[in-house]
C-alpha cells in the first residue's frame, strides 16, 4: 500500500501524487524550460509514455515499485506548480530524490520548503541513512537548493536513463 503523504507549508500544499494530476503534471514535465533540466529525453515527449509511466508510480508503493511521487500545490490558489519524489532502495537504506518546478516559480525557495518535510517524512517512516541528488552540471538552481537542503556535491557520475547516457553531478545527504 502507499504511504500517504499531506503536509500544509508557509506557501504550499504538498501531497502524494493522484490520477487527477496526470495532466497537469504531464504539462509540467514536457515544459521545454523543465524538460531540458530533466535531460531533454525523448521519453518526455510522448504523451503516452509519461502518463503511463506517471500511472505506474502512482500505483502502491512496494519493492517492485519503489517510487513515491508527490504533488506540489500554490496553497492559495490550489494550482499544481511542481512536483517531486522519492526512489527508495530500502534494503540499502538509501533514495534518490528530484524536484522540479513550473518556471514562473522558479527562485522562491519553494523547493526547499516541500522537500524539507518530505525528507523528514523519508527519514522517519524509512529509516534511510542517505538520499542521493542527481542534478546536470549547468542546473544550477537545483544545486543550490541540494545544498539549502544539506546536501555535499560528491563528484560527477555516469548516469544512464530514458535511453540517454550522460554525466551528472551526484550529490549526498546522509540523514544518520
Not at 506557501?11 to 524538460?35: A, E, G, H, W, Y
Not at 533514495?95 to 520548503?113: D, H, K, N, R, T
Not at 537545483?142 to 553531478?169: H, I, N, P
Request: one cysteine or more; a positive charge; aromatic letters at 14%.
Amino acid at each position: 500500500m502507499s504511504p500517504t503523504f499531506y503536509k500544509i507549508t508557509e506557501r504550499l500544499k504538498v501531497r502524494s501524487f493522484q490520477d487527477i494530476d496526470s495532466n497537469d503534471f504531464f504539462l509540467l514535465l514536457t515544459n521545454p524550460l523543465v524538460n531540458i533540466f530533466l535531460g531533454g529525453s525523448r521519453f518526455l515527449s510522448n504523451s503516452h509514455l509519461v502518463k503511463q509511466f506517471l500511472r505506474q508510480m502512482s500505483l502502491d508503493y512496494s519493492e517492485s515499485n519503489p517510487w513515491l511521487l508527490y504533488s506540489i500545490f500554490n496553497k492559495n490558489n490550489h494550482q499544481l506548480i511542481g512536483g517531486c519524489g522519492i526512489k527508495t532502495e530500502l534494503k540499502n537504506q538509501k533514495a534518490e530524490i528530484f524536484y522540479l518546478f513550473s518556471p514562473s516559480y522558479w527562485g522562491q525557495g519553494l523547493a526547499v520548503e516541500a522537500c524539507r518535510p518530505l525528507l523528514k517524512n523519508a527519514l522517519n517512516q524509512f529509516g534511510l541513512e542517505k538520499v542521493y541528488a542527481h542534478i546536470l552540471p549547468e542546473n544550477i538552481r537545483a544545486q543550490r537548493v541540494a545544498e539549502k537542503l544539506g546536501f555535499k556535491y560528491f563528484g560527477m557520475v555516469k548516469l544512464s536513463r530514458y535511453d540517454k547516457k550522460g554525466k551528472v553531478q551526484q550529490w549526498i545527504l546522509n540523514l544518520i
